[in-house]
């Protein structure tokens, strides 16, 4: 049983460039949910998605945008970046349905925005 | 916001107990206790959850009040890997629901 995968592990941007972050969630998996940690922070929700559909949004503004494929991977895309947007980003992936299933988390990509 | 609170740090010595306390006197009665922790630049690592009773497993021991107002985590014999930031999290049982993180308590291990 493989885990949580992300790529690029660490990535530098620009201010107002954009960038695409990627996951891959762990076997028998359906729901990935993405996070963004600023450090010295604990992680906060951004949005999830659920069978290729967005099922649920953190408070972050539109220009933070996701897919889901039909294997259950998933991207996330930030436009215009501000400096306030390094920090790690984090995937975790889960059962779906009801019930509270726990969530698995990979390693984060480093997001650094100068 | 979380609707948890804990200590922002703690120490324990190698080999002997680590007890980690959180409050959580607003939960409601459809809300599990979750806790993760996350090391050093990692992922948040699932550790255990209950929701009144007592809970074990290999890694840790979740003692629940009988209010549900307060819960302790313990790990019965800390090593210096344990060191890491730990969460207590509120969680409702429906559906997928985010985990909402506080600040969580940075545990220090020392030999």
């Known amino acids: 049983e493989t885990g949580v995968t992300q790529s690029p592990t660490h990535l530098i941007k620009t201010r107002g460039q954009q960038v695409t972050l990627r996951c891959s969630s762990q076997s028998g998996h359906n729901t990935v949910s993405w996070y963004q940690q600023a450090l010295g922070q604990g992680p906060q929700f951004i949005f999830q998605?659920?069978?290729?559909?967005?099922?649920g949004r953190g408070n972050f503004p539109p220009r933070f945008s996701g897919l889901q494929f039909p294997n259950y991977s998933s991207e996330l895309n930030v436009n215009a970046l501000e400096l306030d947007d390094s920090a790690l980003y984090l995937c975790a992936s889960s059962h779906g349905g009801a019930g509270a299933y726990e969530q698995y988390f990979g390693p984060g990509t480093r997001l650094t925005v100068t | 916001d979380a609707k948890t609170t804990q200590p922002p740090s703690m120490d324990c010595a190698e080999g002997r107990a680590a007890n980690l306390p959180c409050n959580h006197s607003?939960?409601?009665?459809?809300?599990?206790v979750y806790w993760y922790r996350q090391i050093h630049s990692q992922g948040p690592q699932y550790i255990i959850h209950?929701?009144?009773n007592n809970e074990t497993n290999e890694m840790a021991s979740l003692i629940i009040t009988e209010d549900r107002k307060s819960s302790t985590l313990i790990l019965p014999h800390a090593t210096l890997r344990d060191t890491a930031v730990y969460y207590c999290?509120?969680?409702?049982?429906?559906?997928?629901?985010?985990?909402?993180f506080g600040k969580g308590t940075r545990l220090s291990v020392i030999a």
């Open positions: 998605y659920y069978r290729e559909e967005e099922n």
């Open positions: 607003t939960i409601s009665g459809n809300e599990y």
């Open positions: 999290i509120v969680r409702v049982d429906q559906g997928n629901t985010p985990l909402v």
């Open positions: 209950g929701l009144k």
